[in-house]
């Protein structure tokens, strides 16, 4: 699929993640989703975590990894 980033900007983007917004520091066209790992492209991305740094592929994939970081040990 060609994407309005795919001439200039082909590969895996390094972003750093704010609350409501995100800087590109390595120019690509796509992140990984740190649950499933498929790749997002820019365009679409909507989920991420700040803290964590990470992006995500949906909001499923965003509660699934919340939920693994904030689950109580011994549950």
Do not use: H
């Not at 693994?68 to 011994?74: A, C, H, I, L, T």
């Amino acid at each position: 699929m060609k994407t309005p980033f795919s001439k200039e900007f082909a590969g895996e983007a390094v972003l750093e993640f704010g609350d409501s917004d995100f800087m590109i520091l390595k120019p690509g066209s796509f992140v990984r989703c740190a649950v499933t790992k498929e790749e997002i492209p820019l365009q679409n991305l909507r989920y991420w975590s700040a803290e964590l740094q990470e992006a995500y592929r949906d909001g499923v994939a965003s509660a699934e990894r919340w939920k693994s970081v904030n689950e109580e040990p011994g549950r």
